[in-house]
């Protein structure tokens, strides 16, 4: 298992920008893939941005455009960089790491004010 710790989370006006990052006890050469979800309150855990450890991306359709996720070159450092924030995408962002098995974060808010 890999231990994760977010940070970059806040509060931030409609339109602004975050950079959420994620520290990973393990590398991603090592996984699947690594990545970053959300959940509202209320809501269900949704996808919101995956790389792989070749660099390939996939992203939310309510994200493509505006986010963009990343990783350093040691494969410890995953990177969620979001802009042009809206007020829906306020949520508790998580990041997760799929390698033998699951690990998971324990998340730092976004809360985009309108």
């Known amino acids: 298992q890999a231990h994760l710790v977010e940070s970059g989370g806040g509060l931030v006006q409609a339109g602004g920008s975050l950079r959420l990052s994620c520290a990973s006890s393990r590398s991603i050469f090592g996984a699947n893939f690594m990545g970053w979800y959300r959940q509202a309150p209320g809501k269900q855990r949704d996808l919101v941005a995956t790389?792989?450890?070749?660099?390939?991306?996939n992203y939310a359709d309510s994200v493509k455009g505006r986010f963009t996720i990343s990783r350093d070159n040691a494969g410890t450092t995953v990177y969620l960089q979001m802009n042009s924030l809206k007020p829906e995408d306020t949520a508790l962002y998580f990041c997760?790491?799929?390698?033998?098995?699951?690990?998971w974060g324990q998340g730092t808010q976004v809360t985009v004010s309108s």
């Open positions: 997760h790491y799929r390698g033998a098995s699951d690990s």
């Open positions: 790389i792989t450890s070749t660099g390939a991306t």
